[in-house]
């Protein structure tokens, strides 16, 4: 139990330590903020850190995540080229840092939207950067022709995480519940949940449509048959753990034996492959 307890807290202050400077090493000058047009009314941008999704019509602007602050200057500028009007709407998928760190600034003149446990995992933030309106289970604004559903998932990479429906446009942002390309970091301080993760993105499967666009909390624009891909690997991976588990290995036994070949280049981001068998091997003892 001790050795278990011990892995829990080496691995939050090892994964805390990577987030939390990573706003103040990176040179915010250096960074571009692309504008990409997704389908209807909703476009992304990609800067440094999530990616943010807009809608742009007749009644102004509704931005989905906001990245850092040091990057509010270059953001506004690149939502003042769509031409069109005040930004009204704020919403956020989760609380995470690289998603919600530019709140401060668009609070002041934006209204904030986000789950109910966003807004307390952000209560020692500036006022500004706090939600004023959320939600427990779902919460939808009319705006630019459209329904925008916001979708509470609990318990997966969070405790936090909404994926946000652009119903008429049919663009969906999954914020970090999809972050496509590497092993996902669930984060088990915040809630978070590797079943949970599975389960969160199996429902959010059936419940959109299969032509969807997806939006993923980092990389490019890709599809449902991506995020099916995605919760495969994941539910794949976290029962080999669980086997092993099963048959009574410890955790370094786990980590020496490592993944198949095929997820060798999963392994190579931000999560490493004996970081994430940690992850596994964590969330699941929590259930023991």
Not at 67 to 88: R, V, Y
Not at 176 to 205: H, Q
Not at 221 to 245: F, G, H, N, P, W
Not at 249 to 257: E, G, H, N, R, V
Request: hydrophobic share 40%; charged share 20%.
């Amino acid at each position: 139990m001790y050795r278990l307890i011990l892995g829990v807290v080496v691995l939050l202050i090892v994964v805390g330590a990577k987030l939390a400077p990573a706003a103040q090493q990176q040179d915010f000058s250096k960074v571009e903020i692309k504008t990409q047009k997704v389908a209807g009314n909703v476009y992304m941008l990609e800067g440094s850190g999530g990616n943010i999704g807009v809608s742009a019509g007749p009644d102004g602007m509704l931005i989905i995540d906001d990245q850092f602050a040091p990057l509010a200057d270059k953001i506004k500028t690149a939502l003042k080229s769509l031409n069109s009007g005040q930004l009204k709407f704020l919403l956020n998928t989760h609380h995470h840092g690289d998603h919600t760190g530019g709140n401060e600034i668009f609070g002041k003149d934006t209204l904030i939207v986000a789950h109910t446990n966003v807004r307390k995992r952000l209560e020692s933030k500036p006022k500004e950067a706090q939600p004023v309106v959320t939600y427990d289970k779902s919460i939808s604004v009319h705006f630019n022709g459209e329904e925008v559903q916001a979708m509470y998932f609990a318990n997966g990479h969070t405790d936090n995480d909404s994926i946000i429906y652009f119903t008429k446009s049919n663009v969906a942002h999954f914020g970090d519940t999809f972050s496509p390309g590497r092993f996902p970091f669930v984060d088990l301080s915040g809630g978070g949940d590797v079943d949970g993760l599975v389960s969160s993105l199996s429902e959010a499967i059936n419940r959109l449509p299969a032509d969807v666009k997806i939006i993923p909390g980092h990389g490019s624009v890709l599809t449902l048959e991506d995020v099916k891909s995605y919760r495969d690997m994941i539910a794949d991976t976290a029962d080999i753990v669980r086997k092993q588990m099963a048959a009574g290995k410890t955790m370094d036994q786990i980590k020496a034996q490592g993944m198949p070949d095929k997820y060798k280049n999963l392994g190579t981001g931000f999560v490493k492959t004996d970081t994430w068998i940690q992850v596994i091997y964590n969330s699941l003892s929590k259930k023991k």
